[in-house]
């Protein structure tokens, strides 16, 4: 079955600076990959997704890159804020197994 | 969001006990799934259900049983509940299988002592 790995699994960075997360993924037939964003206590929201016929997608002050030869993708926010303090999950579906496999999570804390 | 809703939020039962969470959603979609919550485990998928009366094994489905007789339901029940079984459960649903989003309902604390 499918195997995501993310990384890193804190990460601390000043209000203002960009935050980069990473993960890979294990089934090159997956082929759908979103990632969740949960604040403490509330449950999963999807952020942002991508396909794989797509290298890269951009909303606002977030954006996904996938590299299908390398089988990474990573989550870029720019300009980080307060609000952004959460735990982002990243996913991988399509592979052959019916729902998503997601990654272990990353804590992301933003230093005022 | 109203449109999916698991129930009870909290449970503390006892082991060896059974237990049934709930969840309901109103958007007929017609797959959803089971995740437990784990320090460290990120989110594993226990049951998964594409359309009413088909169901499927996920990572993690030992010791838990599901049913789907209607579409807008997706019960899990622990048969005989161990401590292990402690965590947070989501209940998510799509309307396109895995490859389109999931909406996950608010969450229920087991605690199994």
């Known amino acids: 079955g499918e195997n995501v790995e993310q990384h890193p699994s804190t990460l601390s960075v000043q209000e203002g600076d960009s935050a980069v997360i990473k993960c890979t993924y294990s089934d090159s037939a997956s082929n759908y990959f979103p990632w969740y964003k949960q604040e403490l206590g509330k449950r999963p929201q999807l952020i942002i997704d991508?396909?794989?016929?797509?290298g890269e997608k951009k909303d606002q002050r977030i954006a996904v890159t996938l590299n299908k030869t390398a089988k990474h993708f990573s989550l870029h926010i720019t300009e980080t804020q307060p609000e952004d303090s959460a735990v982002y999950f990243c996913a991988a579906a399509g592979g052959g197994a019916d729902g998503l496999t997601f990654g272990k999570g990353t804590h992301l804390i933003i230093q005022p | 969001d109203a449109g999916i809703t698991q129930s009870p939020r909290y449970k503390i039962t006892e082991t060896g006990r059974q237990v049934t969470l709930m969840c309901h959603q109103t958007w007929s979609h017609s797959y959803m799934f089971w995740y437990r919550q784990d320090l460290g485990h990120g989110l594993r998928l226990i049951y998964y259900?594409?359309?009413?009366?088909?169901?499927d094994k996920g990572e993690v489905p030992d010791g838990y049983v599901v049913s789907r007789s209607k579409t807008e339901n997706f019960p899990l029940t622990l048969e005989s509940a161990t401590r292990s079984q402690t965590s947070v459960y989501f209940c998510?649903?799509?309307?396109?299988?895995?490859?389109?989003?999931?909406?996950f309902g608010q969450g229920t604390r087991l605690t199994v002592v």
């Open positions: 259900s594409a359309a009413a009366d088909i169901t």
């Open positions: 991508i396909r794989s016929n797509v």
């Open positions: 998510a649903s799509s309307d396109a299988g895995e490859n389109t989003e999931a909406f």
